[in-house]
C-alpha cells in the first residue's frame, strides 16, 4: 500500500479519520484535515475542542487510525485503553482496514516546532486479546525538541498490556531539520524491529509482536497555559507506505 493523499478525500478503505473514537465519540474525537495534490495536511484548529477532556484535559489531536473495535457501552474493552477510569462511551464496530504483521512502514512528513504539539506515527495491536497491545513507535518528534540543526526523536517499543515486551523506547538525537520533508520506517521482523531515516539506520529493538497491528497518523497538542498562536498548526505528511515482509 501507498497512499500519497493526493485525491479529493481520504481513502475509507484505508483510514478512519478519528482518535480512539471508543473512549470518546467519533464527532468528539473527528480530525481536522485536507488532502489535495501537495499530499494530506492534518491540523489542529484554535476552535477545536479537547478530544476527551474529562480523562485527557485540554489535549486536542487531529488524528487517523487503520483499524478500530471496542466493547459494548460501559465496558473497558477496546484499542489502547489510555487511561485505568476510560469507558467505552460509544461503541465501535469492528472494522480492520490495513493492518499489518510484519513488513516495512515508512511515512514522509514534515513536523512542527510548536513546543505544545507532538505528531507522530505509531502503531499498536489490535487488542483482540488484551495482550496483543505492545505499541510500534515509528516517529514521535514533540515540537520542542525541533531545531533548525538537529532533532529529538522519538522511537522504539511500549509493552502497555504485553507481557512478552519490556519497554525499549528512546529519543534519538538526529542531525536533521524536522520541520523538512523526512522518511521515517521500521522494518518490522519476526526477531526484532528496524528503526531507519531517510535510508539510514539508527537502531535496532532485538524483540518484535506476532500480532496484527494498526497504524496511528496525527498532531497533537498539549496546551499548558492556554491556547497560543498562530493556527491552524499542521503536520504534513507526503505519503504512507506499508509493505508486507
Do not use: N
Request: with cysteine; proline share 10%.
Amino acid at each position: 500500500m501507498e497512499d500519497r493523499f493526493d485525491g479529493p478525500d481520504l481513502d475509507r478503505s484505508v483510514w478512519l479519520p478519528y482518535h480512539l473514537p471508543q473512549w470518546s465519540s467519533r464527532a468528539q474525537s473527528a480530525a481536522r484535515y485536507r488532502t489535495g495534490p501537495e499530499g494530506l495536511t492534518l491540523r489542529i484548529d484554535e476552535d477545536q475542542p479537547p478530544w476527551c477532556p474529562e480523562l485527557d484535559g485540554g489535549t486536542r489531536v487531529s488524528s487517523l487510525q487503520t483499524g478500530v473495535f471496542s466493547g459494548p457501552v460501559g465496558s473497558t474493552i477496546g484499542q489502547h485503553r489510555f487511561s485505568p477510569e476510560a469507558v467505552v462511551r460509544e461503541e465501535q464496530p469492528a472494522s480492520w482496514l490495513l493492518t499489518p504483521r510484519y513488513g516495512r512502514i515508512e511515512v514522509e512528513l514534515r513536523a512542527l516546532d510548536d513546543p505544545e504539539c507532538m505528531v507522530a506515527l505509531w502503531m499498536i495491536g489490535i487488542e483482540d486479546v488484551p495482550e496483543h497491545s505492545a505499541e510500534i513507535c515509528v516517529a514521535e518528534i514533540f515540537g520542542r525538541d525541533v531545531e533548525p540543526r538537529g532533532a529529538g526523536v522519538g522511537m522504539g517499543v511500549h509493552p502497555f498490556g504485553d507481557p512478552r515486551i519490556s519497554d525499549a523506547w528512546a529519543r534519538e538525537d538526529l542531525p536533521i531539520d524536522a520541520r523538512e520533508l523526512h522518511r521515517y520506517a521500521v522494518d518490522w521482523r519476526p526477531d526484532r524491529v528496524e528503526f531507519a531515516v531517510d535510508g539510514e539506520h539508527v537502531k535496532t529493538v532485538r524483540q518484535s509482536l506476532d500480532y496484527p497491528m494498526q497504524l496511528m497518523l496525527g498532531i497533537y497538542e498539549f496546551p499548558a497555559d492556554g491556547r497560543r498562536p498562530p493556527y491552524p498548526k499542521k503536520l504534513r505528511v507526503r505519503a504512507v507506505r506499508v509493505e508486507p515482509a
